[in-house]
């Protein structure tokens, strides 16, 4: 699988445009789905055009959290392309123009090797995806209790890499298993994980592409 990251706090590839927010590109099983859009749509498009990624090519967007940070760029992109399938949690409404709307509660398979923790303690909801190392997770904020968002994602298999925003996290000993660890927007201690498990660390930043 792949991950590209669109919008985030920090910049990763010169000439793209860093923001308050999260955004990421994951293609994996023959699915290209957008996952979380980040504040601002123009400069979710702008990053993705300097990208050369076309809207049109997306299949699926999957929005974690209905904080600003997360949905400000939807409907801009929904202008554009609306002939995508929206995944989001069950709390959230006021999504328009999609061809369909999808509202997550529970864990759920939404395809072949691609799972949704379901929305967890009522506010978010992470991606997983099987690949042949394992279960790669993506993470909006990460506003529940990380030992359930691993918890949740663990039943669909062992857990590999972690990619997003893990808020206040600091209970480091639950990530002594993964293998690949990117943190991005909003992670408070981005130094401490680094440090603590440097072989496992990846730098985030707009434009990051992670082959997993």
């Not at 509660?105 to 690949?131: C, R, W």
């Not at 893990?166 to 130094?191: A, M, N």
């Amino acid at each position: 699988m792949k991950i590209t990251i669109l919008y985030d706090n920090t910049v990763f590839q010169k000439g793209l445009k860093p923001d308050w927010g999260f955004s990421c590109l994951v293609e994996a099983n023959n699915r290209t789905i957008l996952f979380d859009t980040g504040s601002d749509g123009d400069i979710l498009l702008r990053n993705m055009r300097k990208l050369n990624i076309l809207p049109s090519s997306i299949d699926d967007v999957f929005i974690s959290h209905a904080h600003f940070d997360h949905i400000g760029g939807l409907s801009a992109f929904l202008n554009i392309n609306s002939q995508v399938n929206v995944f989001v949690p069950v709390s959230f409404r006021g999504v328009r123009k999609a061809k369909k709307v999808v509202y997550i509660d529970k864990p759920a398979k939404l395809y072949e090797h691609i799972f949704s923790t379901g929305e967890l303690e009522n506010i978010e909801q992470s991606m997983a995806v099987m690949t042949d190392k394992g279960l790669v997770l993506v993470v909006g904020c990460s506003h529940p209790e990380m030992k359930n968002i691993l918890g949740a994602a663990s039943q669909f298999g062992k857990i590999y890499a972690i990619v997003g925003g893990l808020h206040g996290f600091c209970i480091y000993e639950l990530f002594k298993d993964i293998e690949v660890i990117c943190p991005t927007h909003c992670t408070r201690h981005i130094p401490e994980l680094k440090a603590l498990y440097p072989e496992k660390y990846i730098e985030g930043g707009v434009g990051k592409i992670i082959n997993l």
